[in-house]
C-alpha cells in the first residue's frame, strides 16, 4: 500500500507519461493539482517509488515512467470506469439503432467501432453456438425435392442448411414438418439435438428427420469465431518495428486471442497489464476486457489491444458501453 502523497505522485506521473509519451520529471508532478509538495520533495518519493517497482528511470538525467506495477496500482485505484465524451456517446448509439443484418456483419462491425472509439485493435469474439437454444426453425421450399431449414438460436445467430429430400414436398407438407420440428427441438441446443418423436406420417417423418441431419452436419462448429478491427492503429502505437511485427503476429492467431480474452475473464479481471497476461510477444500490450450477454446469458467478449501507456479510464469507458450495448441488440433480435 502506498500513502496519501506518494500515490497521487504515482498517478501524476501517469497520467503525464499516457499524455505525453515522455518520461515525467518532478517539476511537471509538483504543478499536478493533487500534489502540494516541491519538486525536491516529488524527486525523493520518485526515487522511493522505483525502489517499491513502480516507476523506472529510462535514462539517468530524464523523469520516471510507470512500470506494470505502476500501471496496475493506477488501474486498481480508479473508482469506475471514465467516461467517453458526448460525441462518442452518440455515435455509439447511433451504430446500434441502426445496426441489423447477419449477427457476423454486426459483430465485424462492432469491432470497426471500437476501435474507431479507442484507436486500438479491438477483438469481438462470437457467441458459442453449441450452447444457444434454438428460438425457432422453419422449413422453406427451393425446389421439389430440395428445402433450406431455418434455425433461429438464442444468441442471435441464424443458421441454414439445405435440405435434400427423397420425395416431392409442398408447402403444406413443409408447414407440417416446421411444427413438428419445432415441437421437438424449440429449447435444445445444438450441442444436445433430442431425437425426434414420431407424427405418424412416415413421410412426414422423412422430411423432418432429413432437416435434423442437415441441421447437425451444416452447423458451425467454429465456437469462438473472432472479427478484429484497428489493426493499423495497433501498429501506429508503437515505434519499435519488432515490436509491431511481434504484436501484429500475434493478433493473426485466432486462438492465442480468444484464449487470452478468455483467459483474463476467468481471472475475474477487466485489465491485464503488460507480462500479466503471460504472452510474450504482447508483454508492452494492455488488454481490456468485458463479456456480452444475450437474453441475461453471457454470450461472448470483446476486448481491445494497446500499448501499457493506455488511457485507462476512457478504454474501459468503451469497452463498457460497447459491451452493454451489443448484448442488449442481439437480445432484441
Given at each position: 500500500m502506498l500513502d496519501e502523497r506518494r500515490a497521487a505522485i504515482l498517478r501524476a506521473v501517469v497520467?503525464?507519461?499516457?499524455e505525453?509519451?515522455?518520461?515525467?520529471?518532478?517539476?511537471?508532478?509538483a504543478r499536478h493539482g493533487d500534489v502540494?509538495?516541491?519538486p525536491a520533495t516529488v524527486r525523493n518519493e520518485m526515487v522511493a517509488l522505483e525502489q517499491d517497482g513502480y516507476l523506472t528511470q529510462p535514462h539517468t538525467s530524464a523523469g520516471r515512467v510507470p512500470t506494470d506495477k505502476g500501471y496496475r496500482f493506477f488501474v486498481d485505484s480508479l473508482v469506475g470506469p471514465g467516461q467517453l465524451d458526448a460525441a462518442r456517446r452518440q455515435q455509439v448509439k447511433s451504430f446500434f439503432d441502426s445496426a441489423h443484418g447477419a449477427i457476423e456483419d454486426m459483430l465485424h462491425s462492432t469491432s470497426q467501432l471500437l476501435a474507431g472509439l479507442t484507436d486500438y485493435a479491438a477483438v469481438v469474439v462470437a457467441p458459442a453456438h453449441e450452447?444457444?437454444?434454438?428460438?425457432?426453425?422453419?422449413?422453406?421450399?427451393?425446389g421439389s425435392r430440395t428445402a433450406l431449414l431455418v434455425a433461429v438460436l438464442s444468441n442471435g445467430v441464424i443458421e441454414k442448411a439445405t435440405v435434400d429430400l427423397a420425395d416431392d414436398a409442398d408447402d403444406a407438407r413443409l408447414g407440417a414438418a416446421t411444427a413438428h420440428l419445432s415441437s421437438c427441438l424449440l429449447g435444445s441446443t445444438l450441442a444436445e439435438l433430442p431425437s425426434l418423436t414420431s407424427s405418424g406420417d412416415p413421410l412426414l417423418d422423412d422430411v423432418c428427420a432429413a432437416s435434423l441431419r442437415a441441421l447437425e452436419s451444416g452447423h458451425d462448429k467454429e465456437a469462438d469465431q473472432m472479427y478484429l478491427g484497428g489493426v493499423s492503429r495497433?501498429?501506429?502505437a508503437f515505434d519499435a518495428v519488432e515490436t509491431v511485427r511481434r504484436?501484429?503476429?500475434?493478433?493473426?492467431q485466432q486462438f492465442v486471442v480468444v484464449d487470452l480474452l478468455r483467459d483474463v475473464l476467468d481471472r475475474g479481471l477487466s485489465v491485464a497489464i503488460g507480462a500479466e497476461h503471460g504472452l510474450l510477444p504482447l508483454a508492452e500490450c494492455s488488454v481490456v476486457v468485458a463479456p456480452y450477454e444475450v437474453d441475461g446469458e453471457p454470450a461472448g467478449s470483446i476486448g481491445i489491444l494497446g500499448p501499457t501507456r493506455m488511457h485507462y479510464p476512457e478504454a474501459l469507458a468503451a469497452v463498457a458501453i460497447v459491451s452493454q450495448r451489443l448484448g442488449?441488440?442481439?437480445?432484441e433480435g
Open positions: 497520467e503525464g507519461y499516457i505525453t509519451a515522455q518520461p515525467v520529471g518532478s517539476s511537471h508532478v502540494a509538495v516541491s450452447q444457444a437454444t434454438i428460438r425457432s426453425v422453419q422449413l422453406v421450399g427451393l495497433m501498429a501506429q504484436v501484429l503476429t500475434t493478433l493473426e442488449r441488440r442481439l437480445s
